[in-house]
């Protein structure tokens, strides 16, 4: 039986960028390779289209670098809301734009964070689907790839609640741990939702791959 849910969408993006010695979120994406130029899209803007069509809106959660994100934000349609102590961590993060995702009248979301190559939005979409075709006791599906878990997940009102009644310190994936039997892992041939881009050498990896 298919449920109906509500999905906002979530893109965590407060980080400070401090091994990549430059904002994460305002990375090219694609990247210049020989024989073409960089995008002038970026990790943000196209994070942004990877979870628009499966969501009713899209929420971008930024801390001290809310300034130079909200340009993008503002012109794709999609929110901004700043973290008022990024330096608690990324948990703190998410619980500030599930509470957005919540008093909006949603009661699911997608999460994915900005420090990473855009899933596809097939690969978004079938996720949400997986979410949507789950029995009621799954609270969550989480994407997998080549025996690895990733990004972008989706979660439910009864997941959004434990992770909205945890401190701001914890983490989403000892949470997650509590209760294994409410997590749904969804095997997706995208290799994006694992690919974590963190120092200029990931990056120039990333590039070499797609050249």
Do not use: C
Request: aromatic letters at 8%; hydrophobic letters at 40%.
């Amino acid at each position: 039986m298919f449920r109906a849910p509500s999905f906002g969408g979530v893109i965590l993006a407060a980080g400070e960028s401090s091994r990549m010695g430059t904002d994460k979120a305002l990375l090219a994406w694609p990247p210049a390779t020989e024989g073409r130029t960089a995008s002038s899209e970026t990790f943000l803007s196209a994070a942004i289209r990877s979870l628009e069509r499966s969501t009713d809106f899209v929420v971008i959660v930024a801390g001290k670098n809310s300034g130079a994100l909200a340009p993008i934000i503002y012109s794709l349609g999609s929110s901004l809301v700043t973290n008022p102590d990024p330096d608690q961590g990324q948990f703190s993060s998410l619980q500030v734009g599930l509470r957005e995702v919540m008093n909006r009248g949603r009661d699911a979301a997608i999460i994915t964070l900005v420090d990473r190559p855009p899933a596809a939005i097939a690969t978004v979409d079938h996720l949400r689907r997986a979410f949507e075709a789950a029995p009621s006791n799954i609270w969550a599906v989480v994407p997998e790839f080549s025996g690895k878990h990733g990004h972008p997940y989706v979660i439910g009102r009864e997941m959004i609640e434990h992770f909205l009644q945890a401190p701001a310190t914890g983490n989403a994936r000892d949470i997650e741990h509590r209760y294994p039997e409410r997590i749904e892992y969804v095997s997706v041939d995208d290799p994006f939702v694992v690919t974590n881009i963190n120092t200029p050498e990931d990056y120039a990896a990333l590039t070499a791959r797609l050249s």
